[in-house]
């Protein structure tokens, strides 16, 4: 009897540990799970708004079968003067400049400070800054600079040129979206940069100062170590750009206000927040499940794409 | 032919490593442009500020004439969003701010933890729910948040913010829990034998081991959280923020004219705070490496 008790004994403790030790890690993590499907159930509850209507007053929804999604549909209408077709250039764009533009340019700049160009740190702070300031403040400072009565118009007239200067400014159709873009142009790559740059610094210094044994020129160094090593960062934050592009119009709005769509500087993403700041959530909802349906396909198989091209995740 | 092929190879390195190198200071010429821009604009940004709005108009590359500190208290009159002076607005940053910090403080380090010491029914398949969650982009979810908010009493709250905020499972718990799995676990492991529970093991063993990286996250979200129009804009109408103030100031302006400086002294106000924690903090947030971890 006492040797039954005595092998059960440590059984029962070791038990005991497990248990405790498994209730605790569910205590700890209970509430980030019910969160995350608490989430869940919040992007579902789109595609059950998309189908329902919604008053300001009263929340309660009415069903209204494919109503929200004729109403997006007729936004497309080009018989009206600002109509959304616009709006989907204007994001096609966002993602041209976005992966073909800040994309390549951030990961050039990254590589030059990895490679400890001169004056690479005090670069690397500067070059950080747009992604510390607010976006308020860095859209204030180019407006002003770029208005009628900015610093812009002045440098145009001691050049001579002032005639050449938009005579309503820049901040009217067609000159808007091309003002933006070049905001863009010249605060997107900050982010990435960063992102690359983590990556660059994970690659052990052994595979570099092997290569430079081996004779290998910088750009060997570049494009067979160094950019194959970071290709999995490169693909995932690419994909995350791709896909937020999709909602991307936060600088329209803050730039153009409520005027962005008639001057030209609509976006799908600006759309949507629109249609949801105006408690049409319904119309709000339609649209975005018709992008999601859109979307996540085209950002799935980009990120599969790249993967396939991208080497393995373990080095 | 041996020596035919080492020719070949040699000339092509060559012309190649010529392009490169053109390239390459080329891209560092642009690179220098880009840094000397952000400079420009905030020295800009500051003279301007000090500036009568006559002097502004004249010429806004000069030094200012007189140095007008009046635009500062000028600014404390003028900044105003939907009946929210400047403190207020500040008041409802620092809020804001106390929010974010606090869930970034405990619930990311909390899933993280348990995702990686422990073993528990249902691991997998939430670690794969959180991967599939992130990889399937949704888009235009906000008027769902916005309803569900409305539904549940906690839009255009604080309530609201500090729930809807306090997720943790995601990139911040995969980027604890890698965290957490490299630690030694000798000391917890001594811990353990002279009788301490699991909470104490966290909090005294792991959780201050984290705040080196915990530090970066929450600085990053501090000024994120201050930076951040979208967030008040869209879920917190009645707390606005001193970005939604700004904005304001500058849409005001747009509208029907007034003072540039003055707007100026309001963004110099903006800025000041983000760029003293910036000078602080920016070599531990340069040197966090976590970020390439992303894969």
Not at chain 2, 44 to 58: Q, R
Request: glycine share 8%; proline share 4%.
């Amino acid at each position: 009897m006492s040797l039954f008790m005595s092998k059960k004994r440590p059984l029962t403790g070791m038990e005991r540990i497990r248990r405790r030790r498994t209730l605790f890690a569910m205590l700890l993590i209970a509430w980030p799970v019910f969160m995350f499907v608490f989430a869940q159930v919040v992007n579902m509850n789109m595609f059950y708004m998309a189908f329902h209507s919604y008053s300001r007053v009263d929340l309660d929804p009415q069903f209204v079968g494919w109503d929200n999604f004729e109403g997006v549909f007729k936004m497309f209408d080009q018989a009206k003067v600002v109509n959304e077709w616009q709006a989907v250039k204007n994001s096609v764009e966002v993602g041209f400049v976005t992966l073909c533009i800040n994309a390549p340019v951030s990961l050039l700049f990254a590589y030059l400070i990895f490679s400890k160009v001169p004056g690479y740190k005090p670069l690397r702070a500067l070059l950080y800054l747009p992604c510390v300031t607010s976006a308020v403040v860095l859209v204030l400072i180019f407006r002003n600079f770029f208005d009628y009565d900015g610093a812009l118009h002045m440098i145009y007239q001691v050049l001579g040129v002032g005639d050449k200067f938009p005579a309503n400014g820049w901040f009217v159709q067609p000159y808007a979206w091309t003002a933006i873009q070049i905001f863009n142009i010249w605060t997107g790559f900050s982010q990435n940069m960063m992102f690359f740059l983590s990556s660059m610094n994970r690659v052990s210094d052994d595979f570099v100062e092997a290569a430079k044994l081996d004779g290998a020129t910088e750009p060997q160094i570049f494009f067979k170590i160094v950019l194959p090593l970071i290709s999995p960062t490169v693909v995932t934050m690419l994909t995350i750009a791709l896909a937020s592009v999709f909602g991307w119009g936060q600088q329209s709005l803050l730039f153009m206000d409520s005027m962005a769509a008639s001057e030209g500087a609509g976006a799908i993403g600006l759309t949507m927040l629109n249609l949801a700041k105006s408690y049409n959530f319904g119309p709000a909802s339609a649209y975005g499940v018709m992008l999601t349906l859109i979307g996540a396909p085209i950002t799935l198989c980009f990120r599969a794409l790249g993967r396939k091209f991208s080497v393995s995740e373990e080095y | 032919m041996r020596t035919i092929r080492k020719d070949r190879i040699k000339t092509s390195v060559t012309v190649g490593s010529v392009s490169w190198e053109f390239f390459k200071w080329l891209t560092y010429a642009v690179m220098i442009l880009a840094a000397l821009s952000f400079v420009f604009i905030f020295l800009w940004l500051a003279i301007n500020a000090l500036k009568t709005g006559s002097d502004y108009a004249a010429n806004s590359f000069t030094l200012p004439a007189t140095w007008d500190w009046q635009n500062f208290k000028l600014v404390i009159d003028q900044m105003n969003y939907r009946n929210h002076n400047l403190f207020q607005l500040l008041g409802n940053s620092l809020i804001y701010i106390l929010i974010v910090t606090f869930n970034a403080m405990i619930w990311p380090q909390f899933a993280g933890y348990a995702l990686a010491r422990f073993e528990f029914p249902g691991k997998k398949i939430i670690e794969s729910a959180v991967y599939v969650a992130m990889i399937i982009p949704i888009i235009g979810a906000t008027s769902s948040v916005m309803q569900m908010r409305m539904a549940l009493g906690l839009y255009d709250n604080w309530l609201g913010t500090l729930i809807f905020g306090s997720g943790g499972l995601g990139m911040g718990s995969i980027l604890y829990a890698t965290l957490y799995r490299g630690m030694p676990s000798a000391f917890a492991e001594a811990a353990y034998i002279d009788g301490a529970g699991e909470w104490r093991v966290f909090l005294n063993i792991y959780y201050p081991q984290s705040v080196p990286m915990m530090l970066i996250f929450i600085v990053q979200g501090v000024i994120a959280a201050w930076n951040d129009y979208m967030g008040p804009y869209m879920m917190l109408p009645s707390h606005p923020t001193i970005a939604l103030g700004l904005q304001e100031m500058q849409a005001r302006f747009v509208h029907f004219g007034g003072d540039q400086p003055i707007m100026f002294a309001g963004t110099v106000i903006v800025l000041i705070p983000v760029l003293v924690i910036y000078t602080i903090f920016a070599d531990k947030i340069m040197g966090n490496t976590a970020f390439g971890s992303l894969k």
